[in-house]
């Protein structure tokens, strides 16, 4: 039952559109590509933009599961509103995709995306002109429970998550509500699980979540759950007329910019 369970469910949660082979020269910005090595043996891909300030933070973004980097550049529109994000947040910008995604080979898994996210983090930790002690993680939709497992793991002057889910167990139940009983009596499935609201408890740093109130991918009311369980400092912005996937670049580049702010002038937040 566990193998069948997690068969069935592990495709609908590692999947995405197809991957760009183009550079992200579309998006105006200063870029370099990144080689990043994990310790099990993949070679991934990973993009830095980095901000014109010197001595600026650093946003490690973790994507979601119908994603991969190039999305950021794919058509026009996101790579004009991509560039309008950057403009905003003054910060180093640095993406990566797991395995499985992108032009990578593989299978991606839970652990394997904390693996991977990990093995971004340290390359960036080897760049002199990176502070570590100023790099926050962000996480969006899936990536939420990356970054979150990721802090679990390794430290950072804060983390970001936008549109978090609680966890995958619960959000299977809420799009097949007959999942209930089956998980009623196999309290360890799924074995592919981002169990958010139990990690996000024990975290120890300045927390941002951003939900849209128009979500119907991620219901607001589990950014909502997240953001009770954890612990102070935090704040929660909600996006009015904002769904799952919208742009949203002056709402997001608001709330990032202020948290990020905040956080290293040393002011509560």
Excluded: C
């Excluded at 197809?18 to 990973?46: C, K, S």
């Excluded at 007959?178 to 074995?191: D, E, I, K, V, Y």
């Excluded at 996000?200 to 119907?216: C, E, F, N, S």
Aim: glycine residues 8%; aromatic residues 12%.
């Amino acid at each position: 039952m566990t193998l069948a369970a997690e068969r069935m469910i592990r495709p609908r949660i590692f999947y995405h559109n197809g991957w760009h082979p183009e550079p992200p020269h579309a998006v105006g910005w200063p870029h370099e590509e990144a080689t990043i090595q994990t310790p099990d043996g993949h070679t991934l891909q990973g993009w830095l933009f980095k901000a014109s300030q010197p001595g600026a933070p650093t946003l490690l973004f973790m994507h979601g599961t119908s994603y991969n980097a190039s999305d950021m550049w794919a058509t026009e529109e996101r790579a004009a509103a991509f560039n309008e994000f950057l403009t905003g947040i003054r910060a180093n910008f640095f993406l990566f995709d797991y395995r499985g995604y992108g032009r990578h080979n593989g299978e991606a898994t839970e652990d394997g995306t904390y693996v991977d996210a990990s093995a971004a983090l340290a390359w960036l930790h080897q760049r002199p002109d990176i502070d570590p002690a100023r790099i926050f993680f962000y996480g969006f939709s899936m990536g939420t429970g990356v970054a979150t497992g990721l802090a679990m793991r390794e430290k950072s002057a804060g983390l970001i998550l936008r549109a978090p889910f609680t966890s995958v167990r619960a959000m299977a139940i809420t799009r097949h509500p007959w999942m209930a009983s089956l998980f009623a009596f196999t309290p360890w499935l799924p074995l592919t699980n981002y169990d958010t609201l139990r990690r996000i408890r024990r975290i120890d740093r300045p927390l941002l979540v951003m939900h849209g109130d128009r979500d119907t991918t991620v219901p607001d009311y589990m950014g909502r759950q997240v953001f009770d369980a954890a612990p102070e400092p935090k704040v929660f912005v909600s996006f009015p007329d904002t769904g799952h996937s919208d742009l949203a670049t002056g709402l997001v580049v608001s709330a990032i910019t202020e948290f990020v702010d905040s956080v290293l002038s040393g002011a509560r937040i």
